[in-house]
């Protein structure tokens, strides 16, 4: 790959998609409401197989659960509670094809969308939830299975890099266009089962005719979330040159200014009958945390 296309915010590195982390765990949530009618704050414990928290025994206290090594340590009697077993499994589909390959500020969309599944894919497994990843590219898309804790969060980040890495080289191969859309998810009701969550990063360029369908049918027995990344500065007045999808080669002059669509102006969008989180790719990360966090709120356990 050559040294402009390793540039920071054009290539995407594993080490900031596992530091966002940190800014998932620092974010100030309110507590979790417990699954009964009231909406009083609780924690969340259960029969898991997690230890949420151990504490002195009381009576009535199921003495399956006592925990010999804290017992034998204060000579009282500890027992273990568990973390609640919540089967959240959310996949992320990021959308790497051509048209995502490009940005004229802080990083190409194709970065800024992995971002965004980053730090939405952290807060799922802190939340005990399990993640997979698409990424959709010109060729058969980049698939890992779902799995939870940090390691099955490491290998979407894998997946991520190693799918990026790919589409990257293709383009400065000068291969193929982008397929629809529509075609390209066709797969993703197949990789994650029923209630799952869907996730889809994408500037939903050339969606095909049947994207509508597509997320409607997604929607029958999955819940589809749509991140539109877009890249909200016009670039500056000038005369560009430019190559249109059947090859042909043109100058085109763009008077930036005036005209420039300011992505914040309009924080959600329907795209295809369906509300979309519209993110912009030359925002700072801090920024887009903050309106990750927003869209997505946390489900850890207070």
């Known amino acids: 790959m050559s040294e402009a296309l390793s540039a920071p915010g054009i290539a995407l590195r594993a080490d900031p998609l596992i530091a966002l982390r940190r800014r998932v765990l620092s974010a100030e949530t309110p507590p979790v409401l417990a699954a009964l009618p009231g909406g009083f704050a609780t924690r969340r414990k259960g029969h898991g197989l997690e230890v949420a928290d151990m504490r002195e025994y009381v009576a009535g206290d199921d003495i399956r659960h006592l925990d010999r090594g804290t017992t034998a340590r204060t000579g009282r009697l500890h027992i273990r509670e568990f973390q609640e077993e919540r089967d959240r499994v959310t996949l992320l589909v990021a959308d790497f094809r051509p048209a995502m390959l490009w940005g004229v500020r802080r990083a190409f969309r194709s970065v800024a969308a992995a971002e965004a599944l980053v730090l939405i894919g952290w807060n799922v497994i802190e939340s005990g939830g399990r993640v997979g990843m698409m990424a959709l590219g010109q060729g058969a898309p980049v698939v890992v299975p779902p799995a939870g804790r940090v390691r099955g969060m490491l290998n979407v980040i894998g997946g991520l890099v190693r ?40 500037g939903f360029d050339v969606p095909g005719p049947g994207l509508a369908d597509r997320l409607n049918a997604l929607a029958r027995r999955r819940v589809p979330r749509l991140v539109m990344i877009r890249d909200g500065q016009d670039l500056p007045r000038g005369v560009y040159p430019i190559v249109t999808r059947d090859g042909q080669r043109l100058r085109v002059a763009l008077g930036g200014g005036a005209e420039a669509k300011d992505s914040t102006a309009a924080p959600v969008q329907t795209v295809a009958g369906h509300s979309a989180l519209v993110l912009d790719a030359g925002a700072e990360i801090e920024a887009t945390a903050r309106r990750i966090a927003a869209a997505f709120p946390a489900e850890r356990a207070a």
Request: no cysteine.
């Open 163 to 202: 799918a990026h890495e790919a589409a990257l080289a293709d383009m400065a191969a000068g291969q193929g266009g982008d397929p629809s859309l529509d075609a390209a998810l066709s797969r993703a009701d197949r990789l994650v089962p029923s209630g799952s969550e869907i996730v889809i990063a994408s």
